[in-house]
């Protein structure tokens, strides 16, 4: 106890002095942003005089977009967005990260190739699934007419339900890697002796990952689903590139409207506001996954 307190003496200018540089850093980069976001989504704030404050409006903001056209629409593609990409790319995760964890040959390069989509830019990903299914000259269109699932080329990308569903599978191609990498690292850490005192009493392999795996993996589950949700919340990008919240706005998400309003309409203290209605749909989904996968603790 005298040791520990003697090099705590010790190094407590530099104790400080880093918890300060850490303290300055959050503020500017953290609290200042966010403190400045909230107060000016009460303003009638116009991007094109950025140094005039603007009118305090209080809440018409946030009554003006609740009550758009758009809001309920837009509210519902991005709860289908995350109910629909969210659990498969976690479950694709875990899967491929069962099968690299097996002693198998080649598992090596299997996970480099695994990972190599998360190398790649968003922008990238999106361009390349708007190239495949272009309608005129896209190789899925040339794949499927030559395997006689269609009869000619089709303008996906102007239907709604399948351009939503190629931005999906672009999301979750872009997204897989890195919960699949948290999985495999935590089945990494799993004692061997658990899983063979399994194996003796007689239980089933859907039972030891019923019962062992899943229980293991259940905090890196949780911090995954969050993970992804939260991403799914504030993905843009794809979107903007595969589809531009098109047709008919059936894949413009808040996110997605929150950029029209703040670059296409300049009012920024609407984009603020959808902003922070975003920040705390994306608390209460957190809560909600904390509620229903509570994390375990291991003595």
């Known amino acids: 106890m005298n040791v520990g307190r003697r090099i705590m003496r010790g190094n407590l200018p530099i104790i400080i002095i880093t918890l300060a540089i850490l303290s300055v850093t959050v503020w500017i980069w953290v609290i200042y942003p966010i403190a400045y976001a909230f107060f000016h989504s009460f303003h009638a704030y116009d991007i094109t005089r950025p140094w005039f404050i603007g009118e305090f409006i209080g809440l018409r903001n946030y009554i003006d977009v609740i009550t ?5 629409k837009s509210l519902a593609i991005t709860a289908l967005f995350i109910v629909i990409c969210v659990p498969l ?10 099968l690299l964890n097996q002693e198998i040959r080649g598992a090596g390069i299997m996970q480099v190739m695994a990972i190599l ?19 005129n000259w896209g190789v899925a269109n040339y794949i499927l007419t030559k395997l006689g699932v269609i009869t000619g080329y089709q303008p996906w990308l102007t239907m709604p339900w399948p351009t939503l569903i190629i ?32 194996i003796i009493d007689g239980a089933s392999t859907f039972s030891r990952f019923r019962y062992i795996t899943l229980i293991w993996l259940r905090p890196i589950l949780l911090l995954n689903l969050i993970y ?6 504030a993905t843009f990008d794809l979107i903007y590139v595969i589809s531009g919240g098109g047709p008919f706005d059936f894949t413009s998400t808040i996110s997605f409207f929150t950029y029209r309003e703040a ?8 984009a603020l506001a959808l902003s922070f209605i975003l920040f705390i749909i994306g608390l209460a989904v957190v809560y909600l996954y904390m509620r229903a996968l509570p994390a375990v603790r291991y003595r």
């Open 68 to 72: 758009s056209y758009y809001f309920l």
């Open 89 to 98: 790319t976690v479950f694709l995760a875990l899967g491929l990260a069962l």
């Open 117 to 135: 989509p998360w190398t790649i830019p968003l922008v990238v990903s999106g361009t390349m699934y708007k190239w495949m299914f272009d309608g």
């Open 167 to 198: 931005v999906c599978t672009a999301w979750i191609w872009s997204q897989y890697p890195l919960p699949m990498i948290l999985f495999l690292a935590r089945l990494k850490l799993m004692p061997s002796d658990i899983y063979e005192a399994s």
């Open 228 to 233: 992804q949700t939260i991403i799914a919340l």
């Open 263 to 270: 670059f296409q309409f300049f009012d920024w203290g609407r």
